[in-house]
């Protein structure tokens, strides 16, 4: 399991850079690439085969809807997935982003030194931070040199991805489509859903980079909602009480993350996922739907109930809080997320997971798909053997759960920089935390295998307890799941206007709920941005999906 | 000479001068990823978007209201703790006073807004005792109507101290003779402060004055970009929160520096002409003719 994957900064990075708020979920998907002539030539690529890894068996199996694997225990014999060694002693350079403290640089990491060595290449690493990558990111591909390898987020508001990849990247889609892929095994275990995210310009560009396909939910804390009789509700009138019951005596039952509680609390309307599509093909946005104002009108209604914190829409603490029995619930990236965060702030604690319920018993409730990817990883243009040893490289750290070439990438060397716990799981040392931590964190944003549960990724002692819950939920939400519908589709006004349009309607959102304007400016504000850049991201959604028969 | 003098022209010439020339991309439809050189020309283009779009008047208002309250209630409270310190006749108590209160000016905005969130907060320490007592809480970190009057205070609070040096300063340098023979001539404490104390000051306050008015559009950021979310943009959007998201945020480059640059000509204008009135009164003011 990708340790490092589900912090709240991971989360937030991918929120941020874009919408600018702490939380503000306003985001959607894939909107870096500006092809000038890119939503014609759209989506009609064959994507690679896919072939799950069969040596490994998780405990709970996936499914192709997101579900994750899940393992209870860990796997006595680790096999290896990786026969030879992929490079030819050249030197590599990878920029990706970490999530945790940075590691002990190249010179001073003897971990660093294994790696390069298991991967035959002399690696290099530009580690960004969060924020900053959509700082960095432009700074260096002006600078002129790039890097072999980089990371691109859909979501961080980078500009003309497209024609950076069509001037410096290798398109390697006749590399991996279809059984091509077969040559990169640990690749084939992706499955379509997350090459297609690394798809522009019809052409496959680089290997995706695998985060929980689950979004974001409500988690509680349980010995808040102990006393309204547990975190669930199966109507508005009830979460409405049971908020109430449990606000007072300096606690609040939701923090004051305005925009994520309209966003999760859409779910129980029926909003489409960011975007969607009517019956006659035409594309939708989710915050101009009914569902997304009848969700504003109900948290209007909640704060004037006073059962939010009071703070302010960008408190940067108020997970802490939540640990801290003062607020409720939080909205987090996705469930494994919000375990894994409350066991981090306290090992006894193990957040509840509100499962959307039906907010007026006529529309059928939804779970908002994520994307399954946090992006892809890029390969620089060159000679086709030296692209085929990059992909020989991003299949080496593919290596899923279970493997010997995980294991290694994941905590290191046995007895140096890990040791086994009582439960047969490895746990890094101190020397691990400082050398491995953080250049996991970096490669595992590259690539890696798709997101699995697993005990140690939640601290404590409740390891196998959490994977059952999580899964438990997992399984929950993707009944109502809906996918967004642009996945893979690309709009130039998209990159143009979307970081105004989102910082615009948060602005709207909390000043609407916190009273300083009035719910009758909602509609206009989207009358007014449909000539402004939103009809025609629609228009360019939809000939993109029409074009590629979607 | 002039040789010495070199170092200092570099830093200016590189860090300052060299800079400047990037204000092009105000006219430009400029996109780092292709550079200044290849982003397409589109003249005015940009200061048109800006000066038809009500958000950016509405920081201009924002921006000037801050400065009048500061210029106001900011720029005299440093000289008032300052003849106040000054008349302190232990020195211990002086220094003791003085270290205090200049050091919140190293603390960061960041650290300063969360401090007052914690006091006076919806959930902070005053909310939470009248809370207790069957009170109403707080409002005044997320009430609009009074964020100028909060955002002046936490500017008194974060910076008094520091502006109180350079008036200390010239205090010390007030030949104390001078006192001694307003008090025999008969001059009680406050024509002794009005004849000798406020005239020896009077050159640096006029000096800081017109810096303070060329920067007059300079309100801070960090301060207005923690609390925006609290109380709204309307209220907290001042030019160089505008600035922030219009250029790197909406991903407006032109825009953003074209506010940019507008910002800077009423600086320079502002410098000017308090300038020529500080010579109008007789003084020295930032430079002489």
């Excluded at chain 1, 030197?91 to 298991?118: A, C, D, M, R, Y």
């Excluded at chain 1, 779970?367 to 040893?389: L, N, P, Q």
């Excluded at chain 2, 960061?108 to 069957?134: E, K, P």
């Amino acid at each position: 399991m990708r340790s490092t994957g589900l912090s709240r900064r991971h989360f937030l990075g991918l929120s941020t850079a874009v919408a600018a708020g702490a939380g503000s979920s306003l985001l959607t998907a894939c909107g870096s690439s500006t092809a000038g002539k890119g939503e014609a030539a759209s989506a009609k690529v064959k994507l690679p085969s896919y072939v799950p890894f069969a040596k490994v068996t998780p405990d709970l199996p996936p499914n192709a809807k997101g579900l994750s694997a899940g393992f209870l225990s860990y796997p006595k014999e680790l096999v290896q997935s990786v026969a030879k060694v992929p490079g030819d002693g050249s030197k590599v350079s990878v920029l990706t982003e970490i999530w945790v403290q940075p590691p002990l640089p190249k010179g001073s990491n003897s971990f660093w030194k294994q790696v390069s060595s298991k991967l035959g290449v002399d690696l290099s690493a530009i580690l960004g931070t969060d924020p900053g990558y959509e700082e960095k990111f432009p700074a260096i591909v002006a600078g002129g040199d790039l890097p072999d390898l980089m990371w691109i987020p859909p979501n961080q508001g980078l500009q003309h991805i497209a024609q950076l990849l069509e001037a410096k990247m290798a398109d390697i889609t006749e590399y991996v489509a279809g059984d091509a892929v077969k040559d990169y095994p640990n690749l084939a275990n992706m499955t379509p859903a997350h090459w297609k995210t690394a798809v522009v310009n019809g052409k496959i560009w680089g290997a995706p980079s695998p985060y929980p396909a689950l979004g974001q939910v409500y988690g509680g804390n349980p010995d808040v909602w102990a006393k309204a009789d547990g975190f669930s509700a199966s109507s508005t009138d009830e979460f409405m009480d049971k908020c109430k019951e449990v606000t007072g005596k300096n606690v609040w039952a939701l923090e004051p993350i305005y925009g994520n509680a309209v966003s999760v609390l859409s779910q129980c309307y029926g909003a489409p996922n960011k975007w969607g599509r009517g019956k006659d093909g035409s594309v939708t946005f989710w915050m101009e739907s009914d569902a997304y104002l009848e969700a504003l009108n109900f948290v209007v209604k909640l704060k004037k109930a006073g059962v939010f914190y009071p703070g302010d829409p960008k408190m940067a603490d108020a997970y802490l809080k939540l640990a801290q029995g003062r607020i409720g619930a939080c909205v987090y990236a996705n469930p494994a997320g919000a375990r894994k965060d409350t066991r981090t702030n306290d090992p006894k604690l193990a957040a509840e997971i509100l499962i959307p319920f039906d907010a007026d018993g006529h529309r059928a409730n939804a779970h908002m798909h994520a994307f399954g990817t946090i992006g892809y990883t890029a390969i620089k243009k060159g000679s086709e053997k030296r692209v085929r040893m990059m992909l020989e490289i991003l299949n080496y750290l593919a290596a899923p759960f279970g493997t010997k070439e995980r294991e290694f990438l994941e905590f290191g060397v046995e007895g140096a920089d890990f040791t086994y716990d009582k439960d047969g799981f490895p746990q890094r040392t101190k020397k691990g935390k400082q050398e491995v931590e953080g250049l996991w964190s970096g490669l595992g944003t590259a690539t890696t295998a798709p997101f699995v549960l697993a005990p140690s990724a939640f601290p404590g002692t409740h390891g196998a307890q959490d994977v059952k819950d999580v899964y438990g939920v997992e399984q929950k939400l993707l009944r109502t799941a809906v996918a967004n519908a642009t996945v893979g589709h690309y709009s130039d006004a998209y990159t143009e206007h979307y970081g105004r349009l989102s910082t615009e309607a948060n602005d709207l959102v909390n000043d609407i709920v916190a009273g300083r304007k009035k719910i009758s400016e909602w509609k206009p504000f989207w009358k007014e941005w449909g000539p402004k850049g939103l009809d025609q991201m629609k228009q360019q959604y939809q000939k993109s999906l029409d074009a590629s028969g979607e | 000479m002039l040789a010495l003098m070199a170092p200092g022209l570099l830093f200016f010439v590189v860090f300052f001068y060299v800079p400047m020339l990037g204000n092009i991309v105000a006219f430009e439809d400029y996109q780092p990823f292709i550079g200044f050189k290849d982003s397409a020309l589109v003249g005015l283009a940009n200061f048109q978007e800006l000066f038809v779009d009500p958000a950016f008047w509405e920081s201009v208002r924002n921006t000037l209201s801050f400065a009048a309250l500061q210029l106001i209630f900011f720029f005299p409270a440093p000289l008032a703790l300052a003849l106040l310190l000054n008349s302190l006749v232990s020195s211990r108590v002086k220094k003791f006073v003085q270290s205090v209160v200049y050091l919140p000016h190293f603390i960061s905005w960041v650290l300063v807004v969360a401090l007052f969130q914690q006091v006076l907060g919806g959930a902070g320490l005053i909310s939470n005792f009248l809370r207790d007592h069957g009170l109403s809480a707080l409002d005044v970190m997320t009430d609009p109507s009074t964020f100028p009057l909060l955002i002046t205070s936490q500017v008194i609070w974060k910076d008094v101290g520091w502006g109180m040096i350079i008036y200390l300063a010239a205090l010390a340098n007030v030949d104390q003779s001078l006192y001694e023979s307003a008090a025999v001539d008969g001059a009680g404490r406050w024509r002794r402060m009005w004849h000798v104390t406020l005239p020896a000051v009077r050159g640096v306050t006029i000096m800081l004055l017109v810096l303070r008015l060329g920067d007059v559009l300079s309100v801070g950021f960090e301060q207005f970009l923690l609390q925006r979310d609290a109380v709204g943009a309307r209220a907290a959007e001042v030019l160089d929160t505008y600035v922030y998201y219009h250029g790197v945020v909406y991903g407006d480059w032109g825009v953003g520096a074209a506010a940019g640059l507008v910002k800077g000509i009423v600086g320079a204008l502002m410098i000017w002409g308090a300038n020529k009135i500080a010579h109008a009164f007789g003084e020295q003011g930032v430079y002489s003719k």
